[in-house]
């Protein structure tokens, strides 16, 4: 079936360590992909997207996200997380249709909800 | 340059009623989309709304309606209220180009809707 799949459900992190994201995806073309993050109280703010080209894409606040598709997957970094970094993140996708053409909508995952320990 | 701001931000109501959400799209923005984000979930997309009618819809009863208007403000209605219908409700806006797919979408804040 088709999938966004985030494995980690909360993960923590001491303040200054690195950080790594997992998200896979289950569709037959590669999707768009795209990582969002979600503080508290607070909207959706877009950190990065893949449509094509250079796997290792930069974001803001310092994030970086590498696509790979021998392994369906799009995982979030960061080389020194911040106690601001403590927020909830989802993985997304634009499924491409089989067509060639794409769908309107985002898929999400279901979010890791990442601490930061001081 | 006012993002993507929702109307109201909580909202308390009771099985069986009706109620009205309001978004108001990013300033240059003409498509909108709302979402559902059930506790502890991701989001899920419920319709878009592009040149006042409804592109793409997803897997949403037609409790669920909408409409935008010609300031591409958009409305999101849901009717008979259900316990299960309490989530935070997201409006999306994004530029309509030909590559719609790699249009942006901005995220408001949500209207936390409460049914008891």
């Known amino acids: 079936a088709q999938s966004v799949t985030q494995p980690d459900i909360h993960i923590t992190v001491s303040e200054g360590a690195s950080l790594e994201l997992r998200c896979n995806y289950s569709y037959g073309a590669t999707p768009y992909l795209f990582w969002y993050v979600q503080s508290p109280g607070q909207g959706l703010q877009l950190l990065l997207k893949?449509?094509?080209?250079?796997?290792l894409v930069q974001g803001i606040k310092g994030f970086e996200a590498e696509f790979k598709r021998s392994q369906s997957s799009f995982n979030l970094r960061k080389p020194s997380v911040h106690w601001s970094d403590a927020a909830e993140y989802f993985c997304?996708?634009?499924?491409?249709?089989?067509?060639?053409?794409?769908?309107?909508?985002?898929?999400f995952g279901t979010g890791t909800l990442l601490a930061v320990q001081p | 340059d006012a993002g993507v701001t929702q109307s109201p931000t909580h909202l308390i109501k009771t099985r069986g009623q009706q109620v009205t959400l309001r978004c108001s799209p990013k300033?240059?923005?003409?498509?909108v989309s709302w979402y559902q984000q059930a506790l502890g979930q991701g989001p899920q997309f419920i319709f878009q709304?592009?040149?006042?009618?409804?592109?793409q819809r997803g897997n949403f009863p037609d409790r669920f309606s909408g409409h935008q208007f010609p300031n591409y403000s958009s409305e999101l209605n849901v009717n008979a209220l259900l316990l299960g219908d309490s989530a935070l409700y997201l409006c999306?806006?994004?530029?309509?180009?030909?590559?719609?797919?790699?249009?942006?979408?901005?995220f408001g804040a949500g209207t936390r809707l409460s049914v008891l």
């Open positions: 893949y449509f094509s080209g250079d796997t």
């Open positions: 997304a996708v634009v499924p491409l249709m089989n067509y060639g053409g794409a769908t309107n909508k985002l898929i």
């Open positions: 709304y592009y040149e006042e009618e409804e592109r």
């Open positions: 300033s240059g923005h003409d498509t």
């Open positions: 999306a806006s994004s530029l309509f180009t030909g590559g719609i797919a790699k249009n942006i979408q901005y």
